[in-house]
């Protein structure tokens, strides 16, 4: 199976989310559009796949990504103030 991103269009229909979960779970990225340009997304708790969206935007690994949690609590749990 390619690793190729999966792009977010329209329709965004049930079966489609389905679909771009599966390819978050395996590691791919997903190309998905915000209000100026398109955002390059990956689960956030792969390492591997943090890094593929470093390799295909030519970033420096010092550069920060942005993580999404659906709440507060979940982002607690991540953090590592030691």
């Known amino acids: 199976e390619a ?8 329709p965004h229909e049930d079966e489609r989310f ?3 979960g599966q ?3 395996k590691g791919h990225l997903v190309a998905f ?7 390059l997304g990956a689960n ?3 390492a591997t796949a943090v890094l593929k969206i470093f390799t295909a ?3 420096p690994l010092t550069d920060p990504c942005i993580l999404h949690v659906a ?3 979940d ?3 991540l953090l590592d103030l030691d």
């Open 44 to 46: 956030g708790l792969d």
């Open 18 to 20: 389905q679909s771009l």
């Open 3 to 10: 690793e190729a991103a999966v792009i977010l269009r329209p």
């Open 23 to 25: 390819h978050l779970r």
């Open 57 to 59: 935007k030519g970033r």
């Open 71 to 73: 709440h507060a609590a």
């Open 75 to 77: 982002a607690l749990k």
């Open 33 to 39: 559009p915000t209000e100026t340009v398109y955002g």
